[in-house]
């Protein structure tokens, strides 16, 4: 098959030919390159209506003189997200060619292409997804017939936060390139990026989330007092692409999945490209970063997907073909992969037991005997937690990071439990070594219950039995967090891989904290909890630990609905309400 790929959604007309028998693709492109500052819309708009027509028809010439007038079998388009204009000109040309040809119209969300070429390339199953491009930040891992997203920004486009501080500056779009080649000339000098001067700027995630608001802000004052550029350039990009990776990773771990595919026109950027590889090496998971002609927008992409998508009779008609600016990935419904498969896999070795490696710690269960501090006061297995140094992160923001959550968790776990929460003692913390010694609970954590291995223990072995167990695990949780927003704090990173859970037969350790639920959940890893009243903050918490459980379980509605009902049992109505508008909130801008 011969799919005409079509692409505009912001700054490249582009136009493409792939042909799926000989694995090729042509692609013409023509960027728009404003004179000073970002896109301006409507100069973005006229040069759409000029530039698509060029481009489609140099791809179409070609296809012509070689295949003659039956060249194309299909034309696909970028339905969205993107700029209304430049899309509305992008859609008129598909249309119009479609039935000019006569052949189907299909239509392409812009993010799916943008991770789907990845796949494509390295042919790997079910990889999670980083999506690092202009007006988008986004971990996408497929479940049940979706695109789910596992994390994303909570503000501003990865490109478009760095490119709102070389807007300040005083540097054209695209910035990227630019903040790359200065911070080059800072960490490029032989001594290697670790060597060079850090500048302190914001660094936020919040479980798989993150934001980028309060980084282009301090980076735009750093300049104003005086700061060198390539430092500043230095410092944004060691903290956006350390924050890039970290979620990475940490999707990596709740899913269980070990395969990473880079997508948009920020994963050109060496930098971020070596701390993904570097970040998949140390856990051995395979990482795949597509071609640079791949990864800019382009209509390549458009053209790959559009043959899948076509092949599958996912083809569109004339009345139901609007394009949609606020298109998101997982609204699309996916008509071309085998959806038998998750991203989620049952049984990843660190899900059912506590021992193993997380995304940011080596966890290991010690037998308290053995154990020169505890023995004679504990007779359980102990857990020893150790923050690795990452190497892919700037050395000393590594060691801050470190430092900081260690210092955090030990504190907001004590802190958890004198809010009736359960949690782990803390038996020691050794602040240098970023090391705990907690008291090991529970026998497996959520995730694994929820990935559908795990379960055991109770006397009812009946489906039905299982997921009302489950549902009430689930419901604690809602519980367990309002506690802690009562009390002042959030937990930052309440994912399902989070939450442990005790088999409830008598005998079974831990403080319940007054809970009679017979299958006792308790939450640990503190490390990026903190002090807060700002019902945003409790909202995230709760779009976080939401999130884990829609991208990784099946009949995951009724398991938010309990988890809600918990929270609203003891915490406040207006956090759930301002969880609705944390979701609606749309991303691009
Ligand atoms: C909706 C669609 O219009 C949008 N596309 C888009 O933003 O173009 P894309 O090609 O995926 O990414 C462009 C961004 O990629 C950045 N960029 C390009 N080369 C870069 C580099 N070497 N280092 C860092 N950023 C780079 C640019 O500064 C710009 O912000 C999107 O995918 O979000
Ligand atoms: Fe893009």
């Not at 027509?53 to 970028?78: H, M, R």
């Not at 040809?101 to 991770?115: I, K, Q, T």
């Not at 999945?257 to 140390?282: F, K, P, T």
């Not at 419904?333 to 506590?354: I, K």
Request: glycine fraction near 12%; hydrophobic fraction near 35%; include cysteine.
């Amino acid at each position: 098959m011969r799919v005409l790929g079509i692409e505009g959604t912001a700054w490249c007309a582009s136009a493409a030919l792939h042909d799926t028998e000989a694995d090729s693709t042509v692609i013409e492109s023509d960027p728009y390159e404003p004179d000073s500052g970002g896109i301006h819309p409507r100069e973005a708009a006229e040069h759409m209506s000029e530039a698509i027509p060029e481009v489609v028809g140099t791809v179409l010439d070609a296809a012509e003189a070689e295949y003659g007038p039956d060249a194309i079998d299909a034309v696909a388009f970028s339905r969205g997200p993107g700029l209304g204009p430049c899309l509305r000109t992008v859609g008129t040309a598909a249309r119009s060619l479609a039935g000019a040809l006569d052949v189907p119209l299909v239509g392409v969300n812009h993010m799916v292409a943008h991770l789907e070429i990845g796949r494509h390339e390295s042919g790997f199953s079910n990889p999670v997804c980083l999506n690092a491009s202009g007006a988008n930040a986004h971990l996408l891992g497929y479940h049940d017939g979706r695109y789910r997203v596992l994390g994303e920004t909570m503000d501003a486009g990865v490109g478009n936060a760095i490119d709102k501080f070389t807007r300040h500056v005083g540097w054209n779009h695209p910035g990227g390139p630019k903040v790359e080649a200065a911070a080059a000339e800072v960490s490029g000098d032989g001594r290697g990026p670790e060597a060079a001067d850090l500048l302190e700027l914001p660094y936020v995630v919040k479980g798989m989330d993150f934001s980028f608001s309060g980084i282009s802000s301090a980076a735009n004052d750093a300049y104003d007092d005086s700061e060198p550029v390539e430092e500043i350039c230095f410092s944004l990009q060691e903290h956006v692409f350390g924050m890039l990776t970290e979620v990475s990773e940490r999707a990596l771990s709740l899913t269980g999945a070990d395969e990473l595919v880079l997508g948009g026109g920020v994963g050109q950027n060496d930098r971020l490209r070596e701390m993904l590889a570097e970040m998949c090496s140390a856990r051995g998971a395979a990482f795949h970063a597509p071609d640079p002609r791949y990864l800019r927008d382009n209509a390549g992409m458009i053209a790959v997907l559009g043959a899948r998508m076509a092949a599958a009779g996912d083809t569109l008609e004339i009345r139901e073909s609007r394009i949609d600016p606020n298109f998101r990935p997982d609204q699309v419904p996916v008509t071309w992969r085998d959806d038998e498969s998750s991203v989620a896999r049952v049984g990843n070795g660190d899900g059912g037991d506590h021992d193993g490696r997380g995304a940011e710690a080596v966890v290991e269960v010690v037998d308290a005997d053995d154990d020169g501090l505890v023995e004679g006061i504990v007779d359980r297995p102990i857990v020893r937690k150790r923050r690795i140094p990452k190497e892919y992160r700037h050395p000393a923001l590594d060691r801050s990071l470190r430092r900081d959550r260690t210092v955090a968790e030990a504190r907001l776990t004590n802190e958890a439990r004198r809010a009736g929460v359960p949690t782990p003692l803390v038996y020691d913390i050794d602040v240098p070594e970023a090391t705990l010694t907690l008291q090991h609970v529970g026998d497996r954590d959520l995730a694994a219950i929820l990935h559908g291995g795990g379960e055991s223990g109770g006397s009812d072995g009946s489906d039905e039995g299982r997921s009302d167990r489950t549902l009430r695990a689930v419901r604690s949780v809602g519980r367990h967090l309002a506690r802690l927003h009562r009390a002042g704090f959030v937990h930052g990173d309440p994912t399902t891989r989070n939450v442990r859970v005790g088999s409830g037969r008598s005998g079974s350790e831990g403080d319940r904290g007054g809970d009679p639920a017979p299958d006792p959940t308790y939450l640990i890893d503190f490390g990026l909890g903190y002090h807060t009243g700002h019902v945003e903050d409790h909202a995230m918490d709760l779009h976080v630990f939401e999130g884990s459980v829609t991208a990784t379980a099946t009949d995951s509605d009724r398991l938010v609905d309990a988890f809600e009902d918990g929270y609203r049992e003891e915490g406040d109505e207006v956090v759930l309400d301002r969880l609705r508008e944390v979701r609606r909130r749309g991303r691009y801008r």
